[in-house]
Antibody, heavy 119, light 109 residues
Framework: EVHLVESGGGLVKPGGSLRLSCAAS????????MTWVRQAPGKGLEWVSS????????YYADSMKGRFTISRDNANNSLYLQMSNLRAEDTAVYYC????????????WGQGILVAVSS | QSALTQPRSVSGSPGQSVTISCTGT?????????VSWYQQHPGKAPKLMIY???KRPSGVPDRFSGSKSGNTASLTISGLQAEDEADYYC?????????FGTGTKVTVL
């Protein structure tokens, strides 16, 4: 059974940094694209970043470029999101999601982790 | 990249059908056959309901169906049930990025 468990969230001051982790199990991690998606309180889903199975291809939403860095450790079945220069508008629940075998969708999602940016 | 446009809410009685539209552009919905739909109950993670415009993952009831015409994709829920009450989001591949819809709240009357 596929499990995705996010960790590392919490309260951080504007301008601060935070590193999210996603521990994956139940599938061959190094075969699939992995993605971060976020959802601000009471708002819709927003794609953040995706990384290919071997980390060759990495993509970011424009508003995250230069501030967020996605990475993965296939040996430890883990996905990461390093966030820096955080702003109040980055406050959201962050989900990690597994890519499908076709790479065209996200078939499993973690339960999400809250990041709150406030002074 | 702007969010795809969905109606804010739709409603129907049990047993009825409802359709949610998802309007984008030729750079996203209209340019690819990679539209997905996700269901999200309050406080829960999104769940994949439809992918590649019209494919259903195993375990998703066949009451859920997807289609696309031009720059607009649609999700139809037939035989509406109480447990279908949730938020629904479309999502489209758009080259080197993805874009989600604004979300639609489905209410079962």
């Amino acid at each position: 059974e596929v499990h995705l468990v996010e960790s590392g969230g919490g309260l951080v001051k504007p301008g601060g940094s935070l590193r999210l982790s996603c521990a994956a199990s139940g599938f061959t991690f190094d075969t699939y694209i992995m993605t971060w998606v976020r959802q601000a309180p009471g708002k819709g889903l927003e794609w953040v970043s995706s990384i290919s199975s071997g980390s060759t291809y990495i993509y970011y939403a424009d508003s995250m470029k230069g501030r967020f860095t996605i990475s993965r450790d296939n040996a430890n079945n883990s996905l990461y999101l390093q966030m820096s220069n955080l702003r109040a508008e980055d406050t959201a629940v962050y989900y990690c999601a597994k890519g499908s075998i076709t790479g065209t969708t996200h078939d499993y999602w973690g339960q999400g982790i809250l990041v709150a940016v406030s002074s | 990249q702007s969010a795809l446009t969905q109606p804010r809410s739709v409603s129907g009685s049990p047993g009825q059908s409802v359709t949610i539209s998802c309007t984008g552009t030729s750079r996203d919905v209209g340019g690819y056959t990679y539209v997905s739909w996700y269901q999200q109950h309050p406080g829960k993670a999104p769940k994949l309901m439809i992918y590649d415009v019209a494919k259903r993952p195993s375990g998703v009831p066949d009451r859920f169906s997807g289609s696309k015409s031009g720059n607009t994709a649609s999700l139809t829920i037939s035989g509406l049930q109480a447990e279908d009450e949730a938020d629904y989001y479309c999502c489209s591949y758009a080259g080197t990025l993805e874009v989600f819809g604004t979300g639609t709240k489905v209410t079962v009357l």
